[in-house]
């Protein structure tokens, strides 16, 4: 049997003024979008907020943009494995 995951919502720039990743330059607007999101596991996700002087929006930001990369790249290679006929 699978082991069922939970995943948590987190938001790079926060819109409470005493939250962790609080902006005030940041739109109040964007802070829904999905450019603002990050998915995390549950233990990440206590991490991140635990420790949000460390856990900046920048770096964030980047975990995320490498994660999304390395997606990209790993479901490319896929494709291209699933179109040539080899399947591996």
């Not at 919502?9 to 819109?15: C, P, S, V, Y």
């Not at 991490?47 to 770096?59: L, N, R």
């Not at 975990?63 to 494709?79: F, M, Q």
């Amino acid at each position: 049997m699978l082991k069922q995951s939970s995943a948590k919502n987190a938001t790079l720039f926060r819109e409470r003024r005493k939250g962790p990743r609080y902006d005030k330059n940041y739109i109040p607007e964007r802070i829904a979008k999905v450019e603002n999101l990050i998915l995390l596991c549950e233990m990440h996700h206590k991490m991140v907020e635990d420790q949000s002087k460390t856990s900046t929006a920048e770096i964030l930001r980047k975990l995320k943009a490498n994660h999304e990369a390395w997606v990209r790249t790993s479901l490319a290679e896929e494709r291209a494995c699933l179109h040539s006929g080899s399947g591996e």
